[in-house]
């Protein structure tokens, strides 16, 4: 039994303040959750703020992102080591956000969990088609390409891979139950493949467009394993209910 994995990305939202209020308030709420793993990914402004906040609780830091290199001339960028250093378990690499306006391609991301895994980090890894690619039924190429090149090299121990459709992020349209899982289901197909037994482990989330109102019916799905919640992790009243979902047919 894959235990689920549910977590936010703030991506550019939320000052301190607005960090702090809600990790304040969001603490009671899901204190009693312990059948979920929780995380939080704030801006890296706020990862410190938000580790402090949530030490010895049942919630996580994620980052955003992370670049591969350890230390050096590359300005405005955060290594590995000081991402563990605020308190952070996990870091969302190769979002599609990332892949599309700021040119990730598949080698800087195999680089960054290569970087990022060394210091024990766990990883949130992201793979998805876009419209144009899953109208010209090249889908399951897509994935196949962005798994085999992003997990080049890379042991798949804590990764978390995520399921995030570009056609269904931020747009209200999420995929139907039936879509996710057919693809779900590629993606264990391809990891046992990859990694035998040890992917049985392996949990496989869904982002885009998630809800209180979609999130029961998805986790219905025998393959998806929890989600990636952007706008609707922004309210807590939302990221509770989600984090809290319950499993219908
Ligand atoms: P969304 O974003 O829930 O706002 O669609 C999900 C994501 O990009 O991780």
Known sequence: MRKPFIAANWKMNKTLSETQEFISKFIPEVKDVSAVDIAIAP??????????????????????DVFYEEKGAYTGEVSPVMLVDTGCKYVIIGHSERRQYFNETDDIVNKKIRAAKKTGLGIIFCIGESLEEREAGKTFDIL????????????????????????AIGTGKTASAEQAQEVHEYIRNKLNILYGKKSENLRI????????????????????????????????????????????K
Do not use: H
């Open 43 to 64: 801006p890296f402004t706020s990862l410190a703020l938000a580790a402090e906040q949530l030490k010895n609780t049942n919630v996580m830091v994620a980052s955003q």
């Open 144 to 167: 196949q390409r962005e798994i085999e090149k992003g997990l080049e090299g890379i042991d798949p121990e804590n990764m978390v891979i995520a399921y995030e459709p570009i056609w």
């Open 205 to 248: 989330i869904y982002g885009g467009s998630v809800t209180p109102e979609n999130i029961d019916l998805l986790m219905y799905c025998k393959d998806l394993d929890g989600a990636l919640v952007g706008g609707a992790s922004l309210k807590i009243e939302s990221f509770t209910r989600i984090v809290k979902f319950r499993k219908v």
